[in-house]
């Protein structure tokens, strides 16, 4: 293997490492938010809020290095679309921690006045989150389209659990006007979770452009192929 070679695929595996670890710090974030929020721990609040900021600092990082791949070794082909992806996918993952920090807010806010009703259906949703996250890294690693697809298609429990979770809110609302705050506040939970499967399934759809070159973001234009090799 030629040296120039050689030094690119580290530079891929050390990037691919540091997507990992951005994505393990992003899926803790989830668990932790949800603790939060169901144990009452403004401790652990805060910390994932002061966590963020090491999610921040990856993806500044993580966008440095593609741009010095892109420069030094010119990819092409899957190798670009690789390193294009990395780039794509670490916006998302700081979005989904960006939530996670916006539930442990709602949870400190949620904390100061009695609980309105047990956890069921938001712990379920937190689960899953984190499973799409996690499945989502995963798929993009290995370079896997049908894992990426399975995790996109887990995205409608999401949507159905945010539903159920808002009609059962606005009956309390209705039936309980001081109830009103704390029902908004967890409405705004459940949305905040169903947006980090949003943000899962845009990781795994730049996946299937990754691997298959072909584009199924908009279902409108799904079948589109923008790859220069046919791989």
Do not use: W
């Not at 721990?41 to 990082?61: G, P, S, T, W, Y």
């Amino acid at each position: 293997m030629e040296p120039l070679h050689r030094h690119f695929e580290q530079e891929i595996e050390t990037l691919r490492e540091t997507i990992l670890r951005l994505g393990g710090l992003v899926e803790e974030a989830i668990g932790r938010a949800l603790i939060a929020l169901v144990q009452r721990d403004d401790a652990v609040a805060r910390a994932v809020v002061e966590a963020d900021n090491a999610v921040d600092r990856l993806e500044l990082q993580i966008d440095g290095h593609c741009m010095e791949i892109l420069a030094l070794h010119q990819p092409f082909a899957r190798d670009l679309r690789f390193v294009t992806t990395a780039m794509k996918i670490t916006t998302d993952l700081e979005r989904i921690a960006d939530l996670a920090v916006n539930m442990c807010e709602r949870a400190t806010e949620l904390n100061r006045e009695p609980q309105l009703k047990p956890f069921i259906d938001i712990p379920l949703m937190g689960q899953r989150a984190q499973e799409m996250v996690r499945g989502a890294l995963n798929a993009f690693v290995r370079q896997d389209a049908l894992a990426a697809r399975q995790v996109i298609a887990m995205d409608d429990e999401l949507d159905a659990r945010m539903e159920q979770i808002f009609r059962e809110l606005v009956s309390y609302m209705l039936e309980r006007p001081d109830s009103i705050t704390r029902a908004l506040r967890l409405t705004f939970v459940a949305k905040y979770l169903e947006r980090m499967g949003d943000q899962a399934t845009n990781i795994c759809e730049q996946v299937v452009y990754m691997v298959e070159g072909q584009v199924i973001k908009h279902p409108g234009v799904a079948g589109v192929r923008r790859d220069d090799d046919g791989a």
